[in-house]
Every structure is written in C-alpha cells, then in structure tokens.
C-alpha cells in the first residue's frame, strides 16, 4: 500500500524534484557562505594590515622624535661641557699666574696658593 503523503504531494518523483532543488539551494547557500567568509577574511586581513601599517608609521615617527630629543639632550651636556672647558685656563696661562708676582689692585684675582712642598721638590 503506497503511502498517502506521497500520493498527496504529487507522487515520489515530485518528492525527489523537491529534495533536489533543497539541495542545490543548501549548494548555493553553503557557496554563498564559504564566498562570505572568505571575502570577510580578505577584508579582516587588509584591514589589520593597513592598521598595521599605520601603526608603525604612528611609532616609527614617535620613536624618531624621541631620538631627536635624546640626542639634543647628549649635544647640550656635551656643548655645556665644551664650553666650560673654553673657559679654563690652559697650562701655559696657569704656569704664567703662578710665575708672575702678586697684584696689587683691589680685584684683581689672587694667584693660587703654592704648597711650601712644592718649593722644596723644586731644589
């Protein structure tokens, strides 16, 4: 006896007619998906490597500037130093001072004082 629901629906080769075209829709729909998912990760990856990008470009400049201002720091220090270094007076100026005999005007500086051991390694 055939079954009553098949007769209904048209018979068992309607039932196949519909079962194939819910799979072909179900080979579209799943073609559609996996496309989805794969334009999605072509856009996922474009755009974490454009933030990427920009990122490196943001620390690059961030960390080029902070170079700058360290080595503008150092060429300070070492400009101060040069400077007081100017402002010495060179061995040859020194020896000069100490030979020469003591001022007698109210500011003039002082001649540095000689240690009396000095005198006596020089005998």
């Given at each position: ?62 960390g080029y ?55 006596e390694a020089?005998?």
């Amino acid at each position: 006896m055939a079954d009553p629901r098949i007769a209904a629906s048209g018979g068992h080769d309607a039932d196949e007619t519909r079962l194939r075209r819910l799979v072909e829709r179900a080979e579209r729909l799943a073609a559609d998906i996996v496309g989805r998912a794969e334009l999605e990760g072509r856009i996922d990856r474009c755009a974490f490597a454009e933030g990427y990008r920009l990122g490196f470009l943001s620390g690059r400049d961030v960390g080029y500037q902070q170079a700058e201002e360290e080595a503008a720091r150092d060429w300070a220090r070492i400009a101060l130093r040069v400077r007081n270094m100017a402002r010495v007076p060179t061995f040859a100026e020194l020896q000069a001072r100490r030979n020469a005999p003591p001022s007698t005007e109210p500011n003039s500086p002082k001649r540095p004082f000689k240690h009396p051991a000095s005198e006596e390694a020089k005998r």
